[in-house]
């Protein structure tokens, strides 16, 4: 099956897609804005780190309630409610008008990736019940090639309407990009049958824990997906801007132009990959994985070769995410999936965080080149774990 049959054989699965694609890019679309304001205000390393963590954090505090939330209750009025939270603290980020206001600027963001990051599960929990086996896979490569393509396309979008009309344009524009997305879902007809359970919502993280607690390689594949939150640079790509390529070119082109590239070769990896990628060639992609990474860090003083160097870091990237993401799926059972899909992300977003603090608090004290190389040796180390656990799985 190619991705061609798979959306022409099911029809939610490609309803689902084309919202993805506007869901999507709304949220990629809003933060080039963000980090521009940011570097406006004079905000430091650690702040904008900081600022980063937000989009992460979301994910980790509440994912056992979001879980028993997803299993518990309707799937429609439920991404329908999350979408909408998401479009009233889009539109509140108009207030921010200086740096003594990102405080306030973190609790709206955290609220927003609350929102987004259980209606991510959502989906994610959703596909399984779709599709199985290779479909399944070929929706996760979907998914993730329209990540990588809403992630490169806005982004660079972003960061020529910040360039030529403003922060405060971009963000308006998001937030009827959002509201697009939310009129595309009330559309979507759920025509297979979810059923819900009437546990109350403590039962269910309860039960939830005892089934990880129970099913250790499921534990094991968590640990291994998250590893993709190795490949978290925003601050990174930022204070580059900042401190170097804004001498080259303006600091919203260059933050745009670098996750646009990246993003490029997100979505252009897997047309490549995804027939070659089994148990025994991931490993190889692990250890490719970290090599870019450290090509990336030896050139990355130069923009035009760092854009180089981005696009192989992000070649194999989206293959780790959901090659591994489709293992979890394929050994949860499908009462658990709405808790074992949010508990992935949990700890997958706790990578992300910290990895942001990590690049955060390490360039006050190490140059970026060296943190760079450090996060390319972790994917040497993954590599070693996963041809461990692959006797397991």
């Known amino acids: 099956m190619n991705y061609r049959e798979l959306l022409t054989n099911y029809t939610v699965i490609r309803q689902l897609s084309i919202l993805q694609l506007v869901a999507y890019f709304a949220a990629w679309f809003s933060n080039v804005a963000i980090?521009?304001?940011?570097?406006?205000?004079?905000?430091?390393?650690?702040?904008?780190?900081?600022?980063?963590?937000?989009?992460?954090?979301?994910?980790?505090?509440?994912?056992?309630?979001s879980g028993a939330i997803i299993d518990r209750f309707r799937i429609k009025p439920l991404m329908i409610t999350l979408l909408s939270i998401e479009l009233l603290m889009?539109?509140?980020?108009?207030?921010?008008?200086?740096?003594?206001?990102?405080?306030i600027l973190m609790i709206l963001?955290?609220?927003?990736?609350?929102?987004?990051?259980?209606?991510?599960?959502?989906?994610?929990?959703?596909?399984?019940?779709?599709?199985?086996?290779?479909a399944l896979q070929k929706a996760n490569e979907i998914h993730?090639?329209?990540?990588?393509?809403?992630?490169?396309?806005?982004?660079?979008?972003?960061?020529?309407?910040?360039?030529?009309?403003g922060v405060k344009t971009a963000i308006i524009i998001d937030a009827f990009i959002i509201l697009a997305a939310i009129i595309l879902l009330i559309n979507i007809n759920f025509k297979i049958e979810i059923i819900h359970t009437k546990e109350k919502i403590l039962s269910l993280i309860?039960?939830?824990?005892?089934?990880?607690?129970?099913?250790?390689?499921?534990?094991?594949?968590?640990?291994?997906?998250?590893?993709?939150?190795?490949?978290?640079?925003?601050?990174?790509?930022?204070?580059?801007?900042?401190?170097e390529y804004k001498y080259v070119i303006s600091v919203p082109l260059a933050i745009g132009i670098t996750n646009a590239v990246r993003a490029l070769a997100l979505m252009i990896g897997p047309f490549f990959i995804t027939n070659r990628v089994n148990k025994d060639t991931l490993f190889y992609i692990f250890i490719f994985q970290g090599a870019a990474i450290i090509f990336w860090a030896l050139v990355q003083d130069n923009f035009y070769l760092s854009l180089v160097a981005i696009f192989f870091v992000g070649f194999t990237t989206t293959t780790i995410w959901s090659y591994t993401y489709a293992l979890i799926q394929e050994k949860t059972d499908n009462k658990y999936l709405g808790r074992v899909i949010s508990y992935n992300d949990m700890i997958f977003m706790l990578t992300n965080v910290l990895t942001t603090l990590f690049i955060?608090?390490?360039?006050?004290?190490?140059?970026?080149?060296?943190?760079?190389?450090?996060?390319?040796?972790?994917?040497?180390?993954?590599?070693?774990?996963?041809?461990?656990?692959?006797?397991?799985?």
Not at 90 to 103: A, V
């Open 35 to 65: 980090y521009t304001m940011l570097v406006q205000f004079g905000s430091t390393a650690f702040a904008i780190s900081l600022v980063t963590a937000m989009h992460f954090l979301p994910a980790i505090l509440i994912a056992p309630l």
């Open 90 to 103: 889009t539109i509140l980020f108009l207030t921010i008008d200086n740096k003594e206001e990102i405080w």
């Open 144 to 165: 993730s090639i329209i990540w990588s393509f809403t992630f490169a396309a806005g982004m660079a979008a972003s960061g020529v309407i910040v360039n030529l009309v």
């Open 360 to 393: 955060g608090v390490m360039a006050e004290l190490v140059s970026l080149k060296i943190i760079t190389v450090l996060l390319g040796l972790a994917f040497f180390i993954v590599s070693l774990y996963y041809k461990w656990l692959k006797a397991k799985i």
């Open 109 to 134: 963001i955290f609220i927003r990736m609350a929102s987004a990051s259980m209606f991510f599960s959502t989906e994610m929990s959703l596909l399984p019940k779709l599709v199985s086996g290779v």
């Open 206 to 243: 309860k039960d939830g824990f005892l089934y990880l607690k129970k099913n250790k390689i499921v534990i094991h594949l968590i640990v291994l997906h998250s590893s993709v939150g190795l490949t978290v640079f925003d601050t990174l790509v930022t204070l580059l801007a900042k401190n």
